[in-house]
């Protein structure tokens, strides 16, 4: 007796949906949800229907619907470059036949080297780790022995045998040419504002600020620079205004790790009566929506966040299937914008905003 062949209307019956909906699933049409897809694509697997008959025991597309936990210590806004991050790896591994589970690591827990409540690592194919940047809890979850990738990372992380990928955005390079920039137009006694010990982007923004004084012969003066740690600087609203009157000097221009530190230092300069960018240069990072609002806008340097995202899904993926691999670490290019709170120069390196 000759075996049935296998038709779309299989598919579509098996999963209880239209014939035209398991084609266009098939078939890669747009407007088809990424969910529905990978259905359809999983069923074509199992009827072993043409092409896709090959495909599982290639591994080419997941098996079964698994979960991937995303950890943080703080739920990033909004205006948080973590957000389009957190929106982009949904989208990428939802296509993939993976769900996402958010886990909030509270301080306590975070303290007692606890994993969250409502994490069960036995029901967990990856991790995603985004604002946790405590590297002993970094290794309790790399001792875990799950696939985990984190987006930034503790400052104090060891690359060379940290058992965990690791993505983050072109940190120093950037910071470089801002300072630079800075250099060129007139500013030579610079400062940096920003908690450089935060987290590895933060010490990598640092580094880029050093380099630059450094290659231009001027000596790094911690007296013109406001290194704190971050808990001073987020919750007291005036605490800025304050530091600054500390400062023996006022430099020239001020490099921040951040759009929303910089921010808060020009309203804290402003309040001074200082002009900027005539008496006093700022730049930040991030490419805020409030860098573009504040005025004068903000020099500031732009991270592709959603692909930060797509890739970061990419890597845990790729971890997932072949977990021997050596792990990597990972820079995303990211784009200096050049506005007027640290006047405009030309540079084939460094684009206009």
């Known amino acids: 007796m000759t075996k049935e062949k296998v038709t779309i209307q299989h598919i579509a019956d098996a999963l209880g949906i239209s014939r035209n909906t398991a084609s266009k699933a098939l078939n890669g049409n747009e407007g088809i ?25 290639e591994g080419l597309i997941p098996r079964k619907t698994g979960n991937i936990a995303l950890l943080t210590t703080n739920m990033p806004d909004s205006s948080h470059f973590g957000s389009p991050v957190i929106s982009g790896l949904e989208k990428r591994i939802s296509a ?24 069960d690592a036995a029901a967990v194919d990856g991790i995603v780790c985004i604002e ?20 930034d990372c503790a400052f104090d992380i060891d690359f060379s045998s940290f058992q965990a990928d690791i993505l983050l955005m072109e940190n120093e390079h950037s910071i470089y040419h801002l300072t630079r920039n800075l250099l060129d137009n007139g500013y030579h006694r610079i400062g940096f504002v920003g908690d450089y010990r935060h987290c590895k982007s933060f010490g990598e923004r640092w580094m880029g600020y050093n380099r630059a004084l450094l290659e ?21 609203t005036d605490w800025m205004e304050k530091r ?34 005539e008496e006093i240069g700022v730049t930040g990072f991030d490419n805020a929506t409030e860098s573009r609002i504040v005025e004068p806008h903000l020099t500031t340097v732009h991270i592709y966040s959603s692909e930060m995202g797509i890739k970061a ?34 540079s084939s390196s460094v684009l206009h905003a």
Do not use: W
């Open 313 to 346: 899904a990419e890597m845990l993926l790729t971890r997932i299937r072949y977990p021997d691999q050596p792990y990597q670490v990972v820079h995303v290019q990211t784009r200096p914008l050049l506005r007027d709170s640290a006047h405009h120069a030309s």
């Open 96 to 119: 993939e036949g993976y769900n996402l589970s958010i886990h909030i690591v509270r301080e306590d827990e975070r303290a007692a080297r606890r994993l969250p409540n409502n994490f």
């Open 244 to 277: 600054l009157e500390q400062l023996d000097e006022l430099p020239d221009a001020f490099v921040c790790a951040n759009d929303f530190i910089a921010v808060r230092l020009m309203k804290a300069l402003k309040s001074k009566g200082l002009s900027i960018p």
């Open 132 to 151: 946790l940047f405590d590297r002993e809890y970094s290794e309790l979850l790399t001792s875990l022995k799950i696939p985990v990738i984190f987006v």
């Open 216 to 236: 231009n012969g001027i000596p790094v003066s911690p007296s013109l620079s406001i290194l704190d740690e971050d808990r001073f600087f987020l919750f007291e």
């Open 33 to 57: 949800p990424d969910e529905t897809r990978s259905k359809v694509i999983r069923k074509a697997i199992e009827l072993k229907y043409k092409q896709f008959a090959y495909m599982e025991s």
